[in-house]
């Protein structure tokens, strides 16, 4: 089991940034192959970035590609999300998210709580 803890959202303005965070608990976190996700209000959720266990490899939407950055520090079982040169079309609730089947499977198993990114234009 695994369980996940967000932090880190919060209002900017456009053009502003902010640091994701997500801590994780449970066994062999440096395997899990993470991920960020969004849901803004009456759509549906969207992958932003993934990394893959041992963070050698990264992927992220066409929407986020070039101002957002997943990062990974096995020794403190965190992932980050550093957002850059955020739009208010980058305003929804931020979920952190976790599977150990490798880089192919498309489905987490483990999810966060999430939290909030508002961006004011």
């Known amino acids: 089991q695994v369980q996940l803890v967000e932090s880190g959202g919060g209002l900017v303005q456009a053009g502003g940034s902010l640091r994701l965070s997500c801590a994780a608990s449970g066994r062999s976190f440096s395997s899990y192959t993470m991920a960020w996700f969004r849901q803004a209000p009456g759509d549906g959720r969207e992958r932003v970035a993934r990394?893959?266990?041992?963070?050698?490899?990264?992927s992220y939407a066409d929407s986020v590609k070039g101002r957002f950055t997943i990062s990974r520090d096995d020794a403190k079982n965190t992932v980050y999300l550093q957002m850059n040169s955020l739009k208010p079309e980058d305003t929804a609730v931020y979920y952190c998210?976790?599977?150990?089947?490798?880089?192919?499977?498309?489905?987490?198993?483990?999810w966060g709580q999430g939290t909030q990114v508002t961006v004011s234009s």
């Open positions: 998210a976790a599977q150990s089947k490798g880089w192919a499977y498309v489905r987490y198993d483990y």
């Open positions: 990394i893959s266990g041992g963070g050698s490899v990264t």
